[in-house]
């Protein structure tokens, strides 16, 4: 099983979310981070814009789409705010 990030993010206008793109064995996975969640990850930039919280995360969240990707073989997952804290 081979999971890779494809670098393309987006925000959604109406949650403030950003969207990513994982390919699993080469078929699309689409990520979806709450606004919570890209508060939650790192609390002391809380006040950044959604693009900035994901940019300064976007390892963490891409490890943590990996191990939801791995867990459940989803064609689309969400990391929202209880996936930030361990």
């Known amino acids: 099983m081979e999971i890779t990030f494809s670098g393309k993010h987006s925000m959604n206008p109406e949650t403030f979310g ?8 080469g078929h699309r996975i689409n990520c979806l981070v709450t606004q919570e ?12 814009s959604p693009e900035n919280q994901f940019s300064a995360n976007r390892y963490k969240l891409e490890a943590i789409a990996d191990a939801k990707i791995r867990a459940a073989l989803p064609t689309r997952i969400n990391i ?7």
Not at 18 to 25: G, N, P, R, V, Y
Not at 37 to 48: R, V
Not at 80 to 86: E, G, I, L, M, S
């Open 18 to 25: 950003i969207s990513f793109e994982a390919l699993l064995d």
């Open 37 to 48: 969640a890209l508060q939650d990850i790192d609390p002391e930039n809380a006040n950044d």
């Open 80 to 86: 929202n705010k209880a996936d930030v804290y361990p």
